[in-house]
């Protein structure tokens, strides 16, 4: 093994089979790094495409023994194909996850989409499409994780929120992204206390903008866009994915077991204008 920086022992995910959803690309995929450069080495890789489920898993794979030195036969990475808007999915996923870890310790629902229409003219079917993936996905994950956790002794589950949870975004329009992430930060609390003499916590991690491989193509074509949303982050730049590791390193990991139903905002100051 290779040296490692000292930290607190409580923030280790050594040992822990770990789980994200949407975990192919972006966001998902950060988090992925993060658990394996914080221990973990039984890590799921959830996403829509199995294709693109397993070669994000050969990647986490590949870091975990080529850069932090663990061995072969150390690492369990595998990609699953989910449709987290279908419960069915879930349900099989988890259902493979069981079969072959046995327990689950840590999950992430990172699974989401963001689409930009006036209200008046947002079609319906994508709406209805965002609210299945952003909400109903996250109850699907995080229920069935509970499910899991439960008779092993409770576990902790992340649900990825937004800044726009709290706030309406300009000047772009999103009303029904940001009524989805409102409703994931709530189903956070709400499932908190649900399940918490169970031992299963559940917090929310809410990003503010931030420069993913897929938003970067977007400002590159409009850096108009860009220069207003750091002009409206009082830190003046957009967050780094890396930015969001330590976040949610310590809402996996032992170092949070008092907290539970409380939401963790890396925005760089965006909501406390």
């Known amino acids: 093994m290779s040296d490692r920086p000292i930290t607190l022992p409580t923030f280790?995910?050594?040992?822990?089979?770990?789980?994200?959803?949407g975990a192919a690309r972006g966001l998902g995929l950060e988090f992925c790094r993060a658990f394996i450069e914080s221990g973990c080495t039984s890590l799921i890789v959830l996403d829509l495409k199995e294709s693109e489920a397993k070669a994000a898993a050969d990647e986490l794979s590949a870091l975990a023994i080529e850069h932090f030195g663990y061995e072969a036969k150390e690492v369990k990475v595998i990609?699953?194909?989910?449709?987290?808007?279908?419960?069915p999915s879930v349900k099989l996923a988890y259902a493979t996850i069981m079969e072959t870890f046995g327990r689950i310790d840590a999950v992430v629902a990172s699974a989401g989409i963001v689409e930009n229409y006036s209200a008046l003219d947002y079609p319906a079917d994508r709406a209805k499409l965002l609210f299945d993936i952003n909400v109903h996905g996250v109850f699907y994950t995080a229920r069935e994780a509970a499910r899991n956790m439960i008779p092993n002794g409770g576990g902790s589950i992340i649900l990825i929120s937004s800044m726009s949870a709290n706030i309406v975004n300009i000047p772009q329009l999103q009303t029904p992204y940001n009524a989805s992430k409102a409703a994931v930060k709530h189903l956070a609390s709400s499932l908190a206390v649900e399940w918490a003499k169970d031992n299963v916590r559940v917090n929310s991690l809410s990003p503010g903008y931030m420069m993913t491989k897929l938003t970067k193509t977007i400002l590159d074509k409009d850096p108009e866009l860009k220069s207003t949303w750091e002009r409206l982050t009082p830190m003046g730049r957009m967050g780094n994915p890396e930015d969001l590791d330590g976040a949610?390193?310590?809402l996996a990991s032992d170092a949070s077991k008092f907290m539970t139903g409380s939401e963790i905002r890396v925005d760089g100051g965006y909501c406390v204008l």
């Open 12 to 21: 280790s995910m050594q040992g822990k089979v770990c789980m994200v959803t």
């Open 79 to 87: 990609g699953i194909a989910c449709d987290v808007s279908s419960e």
């Open 248 to 250: 949610i390193v310590f």
